[in-house]
């Protein structure tokens, strides 16, 4: 069921900061989230979450240096009928953080804040994030890892519920894997706010899990075998995530977090729009797919008048 665009007051956060020293040099003199992923930048498929989600202002966290490098590629979010605004981490100093810098911008509203490099693709998830966006319940999303040293790690009850969670753990008690993406309400930055730096020197965004957890206001939603989450931050997952999506697309003929396309579908822009938007891009091959959904669209309407 299509959610009401009238009733979504959550704001969105994409947090693109960083130093990136795990892709180095790469990274040297360029933001991890503005590297391709096969056709597309980085940022785009964190930033097609939250237009799948249904949420139409969002603000782009980024370091000083790079946030004129975002503004040229992303705009104000005009072209894909979206707000975007900026704002700036000076260092990183955790997840948390941005919720603290995003304070002025949510101004009271929930949000979701997905990490600038994820990516997350598999079948039912856009149901998950429209329900995870209309709860008033903050929302974790957890996936199956097996190396469960890496990540902020939930162990779950027999009935699924979040019992304890703990980052980085060295004696992990389960392989699920709290994902970058977190549906809070109005009390995050406040929380984070509160939050005392761990051992790494850094405000953990597991302590304001917790926060939710001691309270029992916490929900979990797991994503099942076959689903997608992909974290780019290294030189082998930013290979295997461009392999991924050059997989999928080449092989289904539809694009992958296509904020354009998305855009079009949630019904942010007007075909018209797309069209403008996909001739712009005209000689990528970006650009073509872009026609090609235009033109599939158009040949549609027009079969169904007919009929």
Not at 18 to 42: E, F, M, N, V, W
Not at 95 to 120: E, H, K, Q, R, T
Not at 200 to 205: D, F, L, M
Not at 276 to 305: C, E, F, I
Request: glycine share 8%; proline share 6%; charged share 20%.
């Amino acid at each position: 069921m299509p959610i009401d665009m009238n009733s979504v007051t959550r704001k969105g956060i994409v947090l693109a900061g960083g130093s990136g020293t795990r892709l180095h040099p790469l990274t040297l003199a360029c933001s991890k989230q503005l590297l391709p992923i096969y056709d597309k930048p980085l940022v785009y498929y964190p930033l097609s979450v939250l237009m799948l989600a249904g949420i139409k202002e969002i603000l782009i966290i980024t370091t000083p240096d790079d946030q004129a490098s975002f503004k040229r590629l992303l705009g104000d979010g005009g072209p894909w009928g979206i707000s975007i605004e900026y704002a700036v981490q000076p260092e990183p100093r955790g997840l948390a953080d941005a919720y603290i810098v995003a304070d002025a911008f949510l101004d009271g509203s929930p949000s979701a804040m997905v990490l600038g490099d994820n990516l997350f693709f598999g079948h039912g998830f856009t149901e998950m994030l429209h329900t995870a966006c209309m709860s008033d319940v903050p929302t974790i999303f957890s996936s199956h890892v097996s190396d469960p040293h890496r990540f902020g790690i939930v162990e779950i009850d027999g009935d699924d519920k979040v019992v304890s969670i703990e980052e980085k753990p060295q004696n992990p008690k389960s392989n699920n894997a709290v994902t970058g993406l977190y549906f809070f309400n109005a009390e995050a930055p406040a929380i984070a706010r509160q939050v005392e730096p761990s051992l790494r020197g850094e405000i953990e965004i597991t302590s304001i899990i917790q926060h939710y957890l001691d309270r029992r206001h916490l929900r979990l939603q797991q994503l099942h075998r076959g689903f997608a989450w992909l974290d780019a931050g290294t030189h082998a997952s930013l290979s295997d995530a461009g392999e991924f999506v050059q997989t999928l697309q080449q092989r289904q003929g539809l694009l992958v977090c296509s904020p354009d396309e998305i855009a079009f579908n949630m019904g942010f822009i007007t075909l018209d729009e797309l069209e403008t938007n996909a001739d712009k891009l005209s000689k990528s091959s970006y650009g073509l797919a872009l026609k090609a959904v235009v033109q599939d669209r158009r040949s549609k309407a027009n079969h169904d008048r007919q009929n």
